[in-house]
C-alpha cells in the first residue's frame, strides 16, 4: 500500500486535515503549599464511575479530565479549558491542581496514598494489584493521553483509492498499525520536544532505582509508569499484537490486558480482544508529558504537531522488519528521554530530517499554513534550551521544582476564580448559558454546543436527550405557554381568569376605538403602551388620570410603535422578578437604578469608579452586572438633583443615575429571597402555574411586602410573565445571596442525577 | 330607590353600555321541500346532552343553537352566525334549517313528530309529559330566548351609589324585578316591532282553537305556546314569585318548575328556588319570535333595542300594584299579538310615549349614536307594513308562506356552503383558525377568542382548558421543538444524529471562513443559503458545481441577508409536505407553480381567467388557494416559453406561470397522501419524532417515489421542518382528497371528545 499516494489524491485534497480529537489529563490535587490533599474526591461531581469529565485515576487525588470525541482543535480544548475549570473551581476552596507529570513531594508513609475510591471493588482491587506490582509512588505520575482518529471522509476517499483491501475495517486497521510502528520508531522526536519531567520530588524513588537527574522525561523513561520488562509485545500484523497480549496475561506477566503501557493503544470495541471484530477506530497515544506551561496541560501546537506527526508516520515508509524497526525507537526514545535537558540529542540528524520531511509533505498537500511551526520545531533542533524539558530546567534552576510548580498552580487557580460567572472555552456564550454549562459539566452530564450564537445546547445521560436554549427554554415547558406571555393580552386574559390581580385595561386597535373609552380611563392612574415592543418604547404614564388632548397624544405615541396599544390602570409599588422554577419560586429579585451611595468625602466621579471595580461589573454582557456610565443621561439626572459629576455626597447619600432599574444600564441586582414570606411566593407559584409553565420570571408590582395579599386585594399586581428571564443576574447578584437556577434547571431536566439541594449547598 | 339617578350618575357613564348577552335560537330541520327532517339529529355533534352550542330541543328535528355568554353585541353575533354555519353544514346534505317561528307544514300523524332522542330518561319523560299536556304540535314552534345582564362594573357603581340594600345580590334581584315588573307591562311593544308569525300551517291547530289568522304574532298570543290560564304568579317580590311557583307545582298546575313559561325569567342558581339564595344573576327574554330575515333569527338593530328597552324599563316609574300593572301588560300584549298585520295598533299613543321617553333617556345618558334607531322605530309605529310581522304578511300574499319560507332556508343554506373554508363571524383569523373553530364547535369543544389577531384561542371541556395558536401551536408540543425546527443548523444536527439524510454541508459566520471550505464543495451540485431566511431571499443554486468566483458571489449574496451562511449539498428531486400529528403521516402534499393546462382552443389568459373562477381562490388569504395572476413575473415567464398571455396553448400541454411553487402565487395544492406507501411515511414519522415535535409539516425532496427507501440511500432528503404549517392547503386542495387535519390536532388535544376517524368520514 501506497499511502503517499493515497494522501497525495486529490479527492483526499478536501478532506485532508478532517480528524477526531480526545484528550484526558490527570492531575494530582495539592494543598496550597504543594502538599497532596487530604480531603476525597467531591460529592459534587457525583457518581464519578459513571462522569463522562472528572474522574480519578490510581489514587483519590488523582484526578482526571476527559475531553468528549470532537472534530476540531477549536472544540478539543473549548471542552478541556471549561472541564479544567469546573474542576479547579468545584474542588475544595483550598486545593488547587498540580501542574507537573511529576507529583509533588509524597507523603512518607505509602498508607498516606490514598487509592481512589471507587464504588466498583473491582476497580478498587485493580489498582491494589498495581501498588503491589509497581508501587504506589509510581503511579502518581500524571500525563496527557492524546487519542486520534484520521476523518471519516477522509479514510472513506483513501479506501475508494486503494484496491488491496476490500473490507473497510481491514483497511484501517493496516493504516493505524503502519502510523503506530512509525510512530514507535520516531516518537523520541516528541519526547525531544514536548519531555517535560526533567526531576523527581522527594519521595518518589523510594527503594527504587533513580535516573541521574536531570533528565528530558522520567516519565517517558524506563524509569517512568512502564511494564516490567519482559513484556513484549510484536506490532507486525493485528493477529499477532492481540495473541502476544493474550500470551502476557495467561504467563501472568499482565493481570489483565489494560495492564499493558504502551506509549501508543489501539482504540476499537469495550476490550483489546474486540480489536479483531471492530477493527481499530482510533488510536491513543500516551507518551505526552504535562506541559506546565498550559494550565490544562496541553496546548494547541502540540496537538497540531501532532497531527502531523501521525500524518507524516504514513507518509514515510515502514521498515518490513517491524519488530526490530520498533525495538530500534524505543531505544532511541529511552536514550533521548534520559539525556539532560540542555544537551544537543544524539538523534539530532533523524530529527531534522523528520521535520524537513515534514515541511515536505506540507508543501505536497498545500498545507503550508503549518510550515511556520516546524521552523520553530527546527529551531528547538539546535536550542535545547526551548524545549520544554530545556525550559522548565532553567527555571527549576532558579527556584526549585516545588516552588516554580506551586507558583504556576497558584496562578492557574487564580485564573480560574477570576471571573467564576464565567466559563472558559465557552465564553462567546450569554452568562446563563456558561454557569448552566459549567453545572452540566460539574454533574457529569453530556454537553454538546449545538449552536453557538443560538445558545443551543444538546444534553445527554445515558439514553436521556434534552435541548436547552438560553439555559431556560426546554422542553418541559410547551409551545403554546412562551405564545401566552408573548402575548400581553392573552397573559392578562389567562391570569386575570384564575383569579389574579393584573391591570385592568383594554386593547385598541384604532384612535377612534382608543377615543371612545377615554371616560373609562380619564380619573385614574393609568398607562398607555404598545402591545408588543418590550423596551420601554412608547409608553406614557399618567398617574393623575389625563385630560383627553393627553390621552390622544399617548395613543399617538403608542400607535407609532405597534397597531395594538393597550390602555391600562397603572400600578404604583416596586417591581419584584420573582423566578419560578418546577411551582417553587427559587429567587426574588429587586433591580435598582445605577447609584452610588456619599461618603461625604469623594465625588460622584471616583464613587463610580470605585464601585465600577467589583468584579461583577463588565460591559456589554460579558459580567453580571454592567459598568456605570457617566455619560449625558447620567450627566442630566444628577443635574436634575443639583448635582454634578464633581460634586460630594453626604455620608449615607444615595444618588441615583438612572431612573430606569435596567441592569443592563448599571443598575443593581439584590436578591431578597429571604425577604419575603411564603404569602406572594405562593402567589407568584399559583400564577406561574395558571400559565402552564415550569419556568418563568413572573414580575409583580408589590407597593409593601409586609401587607399580607389575602386581607388587601390590591396588595400585589402582575404586570408581567417572561418566557426567557435572565438567569445570571440571581446567581450572581449585586447583594444577597446567589441562587443558583441553572441547577434548578439541570435538575428539572435530570432529576435522576442532578440533586440541587445538595449541589447548591456548597 | 331611584334607578333613574343611578343611571344618571356620572360614576355610571364610562359603564352605561356594559352588559352580558347570550342567545339560544331554536329552529326545525326540514328537508328541501320544506317537509320536517325524518334523520335522526346528527351524530357528529356528539353527546347533544352537554353540547355547549347545538342541542335538540322538543322533537327531534328541533335543533337549539345557544351562543356563549358574551360581553359585546359584536362577539354575541360571532358565535351566533358561527355556530348556525356550523349547524346548517354539519347536518344532512339534503336538509336545512326552517327560518319561521312556525313550523312547517306538520306530519298528519302525531307518531310522526319524533320527541328529541336525549340519552337522559327523565328528559325524554318530560318532553312526553308535555306532548300529552300540551300536544305535540304546539312545542313544535321556534323562537329566540334572549340572556341579558347588565355589566358587573355597572351594577357596582349603582350599588355603591344607593343606600338602601347592604347586600349587593338582594340590590341585583331588585333591579331585576323592576326591569321585569315594567317589561311585563310594555312588552307588548316587542311584539308589535318584532312580533313574526303571523300565519300558521296545516296540521299546527288540529283539534285546538286557533286565531283568525293573519295576526302579529300566533306565537306571543294565547294560542302560541303558553301555559294553561290557571297558572298566575305574582311579581310583587322574589318571596312571593317563588312561593306562588311552588304552590303551583304542589297543586299540580305545572308539573316542575321549568314549565312555568313566563315571556321572562329570572336565571340564577340551577333551579327556581336557589334565586332566594344567589339572587337574580341575569334574565331570559323569551318572547322573541324568529327574524326571518335575519340567518340567525336575530339582528343586531333588535338586540340593539332589547338592550335600551330594559335599560328603560328600570328608568321609569313602576306602578305600586304589581299584579294589576302585569295582569294590564298580559292583555295589552294579547290584544297586539292578535291584531293584524296592517292594522295600526291600539297602543299607538303609549308605543310613541314609550320610544320617544327612551330617545329621552338617550339623550339624558350621552348616548346619542342610537337616536337614528329610535326614529326608524316611531315610523314603524306609523307604518304597520315596516314592521315584521307587516313584511312578512306582504311577502306572504304574494307567494304563500311556505314557499318564502322555503326560498329563504334555501338563500341561506346556500350561503352557508359558498365558501365552507371560511367561518361566519370570524373572517377576519387565518383560514386554519376558521376550520379549527369550525371543527371546535362541532364537537361541542367550548373556544373563546383570546386574541383574533394573533389566532389565539382558550378551549375548555369541562375542567380541561387547552390554549391554541395559528390551531397547530399546542401544549402537546414542547417549548424547545419550534426552537430547533427554528434553526435549520440544529435541525440538520439533531436529525442526522438520529439516522437521517439531510443535505451535509456546514454554517460559516464569515467570508473568510466559507472561502477556505471551497475545495468541499466545488464540484458538486451545492447550494448557499441564509441560514435564517425563509422566503427564498439570498440563495444560490450550483447545480454542476461553481468556479471560485461565483462562488464568492453567492455568497456575498448570502452574507447580505443573514451574519451566518449555510453551505449545503443540493438535492435533486420533487418536493412533498408530510404532515404528522401525534405520530402519523396525515396528509402529504405536492405543491406545483401556477399553471394552466392547454385546451387547444382557448388562450392562456382565457384558461387563467376560467381557473381563477374555482372558489377555492380568492385573494389575501381568505382563500386556500390564490388567483393566478397574469403580472410582471408570469408574463416573462410565458416569454421564456415562447408564449404571450394571448397564446394558444395545445390540448393538455401544461403551461408554468411561476418558477416558485409557492400557494401564495397561484400555485395548485395537490393532495398525494394515499399515492405513497409507508416506507417515505414512515420516515416522515420518525424523523418528526427524533425533533420530539407533535405537530409538524416536514418536506422531503424525493427523487422518485417509487424508489423503496430502503434500498437506496438516496432515495429522500430532509430540508426542512416546519412548526407552524399551513393546515387548510390540505383541507381544501386544488386536486385530491381533503385531509380534515384541525380535527387531527383536536382529537389530540381532546382524546376524550374528539374522535377523527368518525368526523372525518363525513
Known sequence: ????????????????????????????????????????????????????????????????????????????FQYLEAIYEVASRSIAEDEMIWPLSMPPV??????????????NFEDVLYRRYLAKEYGKRKQMVSGIHFNFEFGNDLLQVWFAQQTEFTEFTEFKTEL??????????????????????????????????????????????????????????????????????????????LSEEKEFYTPIRFRGGKRVADLSESGVQYIELR?????????????????????????????????????EWVAEGELRNEQVSLEKPFEQTAFYDEGRNLLQGMKEMLVALEEIESLPLMDELLNRMDDPHETLAGKIYQEVQQSGQHEFALSLAKTYEAKSHERPYQLAGFRDME???????????????????????????????????????????????????????????VTKKVLKEAGFRVPEGAEFTSMEE??????????????????????????????????????????????????????????????????????????????????????????????????????????HHRAPLELIQLGELEQLMLKEQGLTVSAVPEKGQIVYLRENSNISTGGDSIDVTDEFS????????????????????????????????????????????????????????????????????????????????INNEN
Chains 1, 2 share one sequence.
Open 287 to 323: 507518551n505526552i508529558d504535562l506541559n506546565p506551561y498550559a494550565r490544562v496541560g496541553i496546548n494547541e501546537e502540540q496537538v497540531e504537531f501532532l497531527h502531523l506527526f501521525l500524518m507524516y508516520m504514513l507518509w514515510i515508509d515502514q521498515e518490513t522488519a517491524v519488530d
Open 678 to 757: 411564603d404569602h406572594y411566593k405562593k402567589i407568584a407559584q399559583s400564577a406561574v402555574e395558571a400559565l402552564g409553565a415550569k419556568i418563568s420570571g413572573i414580575d409583580l408590582i408589590i407597593p409593601d411586602k409586609e401587607v399580607d395579599p389575602e386581607t388587601n386585594e390590591k396588595a400585589y399586581g402582575i404586570i408581567e410573565a417572561n418566557f426567557n428571564p435572565a438567569m445570571h443576574m440571581h446567581v450572581y447578584p449585586f447583594a444577597g445571596k446567589g441562587r443558583r437556577l441553572t441547577m434548578n434547571v439541570l435538575e428539572l431536566l435530570y432529576p435522576e442525577v442532578v440533586n440541587s439541594s
Open 1 to 76: 500500500m501506497n499511502y503517499k499516494e493515497l494522501l497525495l489524491h486529490p479527492s483526499s485534497r478536501p478532506f485532508i486535515r478532517q480528524a477526531r480529537f480526545g484528550i484526558e489529563r490527570e492531575g494530582q490535587r495539592v494543598d496550597f503549599s504543594g502538599q497532596l490533599a487530604k480531603t476525597d474526591h467531591p460529592k459534587r461531581f457525583g457518581d464519578r464511575a459513571h462522569h463522562p469529565y472528572i474522574q480519578t485515576d490510581f489514587s483519590e487525588t488523582q484526578i482526571e479530565l476527559i475531553t468528549p470525541v470532537t472534530d476540531s482543535v477549536k472544540e478539543l
Open 176 to 253: 493505524y498499525l503502519k502510523t503506530a510502528r512509525n510512530f514507535l520508531r520516531y516518537r523520541w522526536l516528541i519526547t525531544y520536544l514536548y519531555g517535560a519531567s526533567p526531576l523527581s520530588e522527594e519521595n518518589y524513588f523510594v527503594d527504587k532505582p533513580a535516573p541521574a537527574e536531570p533528565v528530558r522525561s522520567i516519565r517517558n523513561s524506563s524509569f517512568g509508569y512502564t511494564n516490567h520488562p519482559n513484556v513484549k509485545v510484536s506490532y507486525s500484523s493485528m493477529e499477532r499484537y492481540l495473541s502476544d497480549i493474550e500470551r502476557m496475561v495467561e504467563e501472568g506477566k
Open 514 to 619: 382608543a377615543i371612545t373609552a377615554y371616560s373609562r380611563f380619564a380619573k385614574q392612574a393609568f398607562v398607555i403602551k404598545p402591545k408588543s415592543t418590550n423596551y420601554g418604547l412608547g409608553i406614557t404614564i399618567f398617574k393623575e388620570g389625563a385630560a383627553l388632548a393627553d390621552y390622544k397624544a399617548g395613543l399617538a405615541i403608542a400607535f407609532r410603535e405597534d397597531d395594538s396599544v393597550l390602555v391600562e390602570e397603572f400600578m404604583p409599588g416596586t417591581e419584584y422578578r420573582f423566578f419560578v422554577i418546577d411551582g417553587k419560586v427559587k429567587a426574588i429579585l429587586l433591580r435598582v437604578p445605577a447609584n452610588v451611595v456619599g461618603d461625604g468625602k469623594r465625588t460622584v466621579e471616583e464613587l463610580v469608579a470605585e464601585k465600577n471595580l467589583d468584579p461583577l461589573r463588565g460591559s
Open 106 to 119: 509524597l507523603p512518607e508513609k505509602d498508607e498516606d496514598i490514598m487509592i481512589a475510591k471507587l464504588s
Open 431 to 489: 452568562l446563563s448559558t456558561q454557569i448552566f454549562l459549567f453545572d452540566a459539566i460539574q454533574q457529569g452530564i453530556q454537553v454538546k454546543v449545538l449552536d453557538e450564537a443560538d445558545q443551543f445546547l444538546r444534553l445527554q445521560h445515558q439514553e436521556h436527550i434534552e435541548y436547552v436554549k438560553n439555559a431556560n427554554m426546554t422542553s418541559k415547558d410547551s409551545y403554546v405557554v412562551p405564545l401566552i406571555m408573548e402575548n400581553k393580552t
